[in-house]
């Protein structure tokens, strides 16, 4: 499996930036290539998320399993039946009020040959433009409710 990951520390508190990225319902809204994002059940320990993500030409459409830690962490994983391997992980961790160290890790592997090959050509830039994203969304979210 390949795996890309990012570090940094980020101008906003960790609350916002675990909303976003629980917000996986929004995600089509902001984040590149994911053209609808489905939350299909929800359960204590987690959800389960139906996913559609474009590649120029080629499509995909597959389910998640997101595990949430409230504040802290989100892990999702591609289900284990499906002819793909995805592990995302999202850690925040507060600095003080206003600055989050985030750590962003994406991995991934695929039994269909043309996407196996076309994710990694480019998933060190689909990492940097998911990192951009979540970026821009949180700046966006902070000038949309100031006060909050």
């Known amino acids: 499996?390949?795996?890309?990951?990012?570090?940094?520390?980020?101008p906003y508190?960790?609350?916002?930036l675990f909303q976003i990225a629980a917000d996986v319902e929004n995600y089509p809204t902001f984040l590149p290539h994911c053209i609808a994002?489905?939350?299909?059940?929800k359960s204590p320990?987690?959800?389960?998320?139906?996913?559609?993500?474009?590649?120029?030409?080629?499509?995909y459409k597959f389910i998640t399993f997101a595990q949430l830690q409230p504040e802290q962490s989100i892990?999702?994983?591609?289900?284990?039946?499906?002819?793909i391997k995805l592990d995302v992980l999202w850690k925040f961790?507060?600095?003080?009020?206003?600055?989050t160290?985030?750590?962003?890790?994406?991995?991934?592997?695929?039994?269909?040959?043309?996407?196996?090959?076309?994710?990694h050509a480019i998933l060190g830039d689909i990492a940097q433009q998911t990192e951009r994203a979540f970026l821009k969304r949180a700046e966006y979210l902070i000038k949309a409710n100031p006060l909050a």
């Open 101 to 119: 160290d985030v750590f962003f890790e994406i991995g991934f592997e695929s039994r269909i040959p043309i996407l196996e090959k076309l994710v």
């Open 1 to 10: 499996m390949i795996r890309e990951k990012r570090k940094l520390v980020a």
């Open 13 to 16: 508190p960790s609350a916002l």
């Open 45 to 59: 320990t987690g959800w389960r998320v139906e996913n559609l993500y474009r590649w120029g030409p080629v499509s």
């Open 93 to 99: 961790t507060p600095i003080d009020e206003d600055q």
């Open 37 to 41: 994002a489905r939350i299909k059940e």
């Open 75 to 83: 892990h999702i994983m591609a289900d284990p039946k499906d002819r």
